[in-house]
């Protein structure tokens, strides 16, 4: 059974950092893009960052970018996403997507992704 799972949500202080992971279980993600999104209450959910799956190349919406590290490890079959310099915009459910592809691209619409995980909590606040 293909899966996904967020990790790494919590309470965190403005200006603080946080790392969320995105493992994968039942398949290997090394030929599939990755892609966050976040959803706030009220709002629609919206893409954060993406990474492919051959080049590594990445995307960051324009809310963090220069705040914001994907990445992925291949090995552990998991994708990260570094939260620096956090605001209380940020506070949201997080989840991670995957789409199966072996071109250098990824996406940050919803509709281009076959499998997402249950969301993590992040709440930022002081």
């Known amino acids: 059974q293909l899966q996904l799972v967020e990790s790494g949500g919590g309470l965190v202080q403005p200006g603080g950092s946080l790392r969320l992971s995105c493992a994968a279980s039942?398949?290997?993600?090394?030929?599939?893009?990755i892609g966050w999104f976040r959803q706030a209450p009220g709002k629609e959910r919206e893409g954060v960052s993406c990474?492919?799956?051959?080049?590594?190349?990445?995307y960051y919406a324009d809310s963090v970018k220069g705040r914001f590290t994907i990445s992925r490890d291949n090995a552990k079959n998991t994708v990260y996403l570094q939260m620096y310099s956090v605001k209380p915009g940020d506070t949201a459910v997080y989840y991670c997507?995957?789409?199966?592809?072996?071109?250098?691209?990824?996406?940050?619409?919803?509709?281009?992704?076959?499998?997402w995980g249950q969301g993590t909590q992040v709440t930022v606040s002081s």
């Open positions: 039942g398949f290997s993600l090394d030929y599939y893009a």
């Open positions: 997507a995957a789409v199966w592809t072996r071109g250098a691209m990824c996406y940050i619409t919803t509709n281009r992704y076959d499998y």
């Open positions: 990474i492919s799956s051959s080049t590594g190349s990445t």
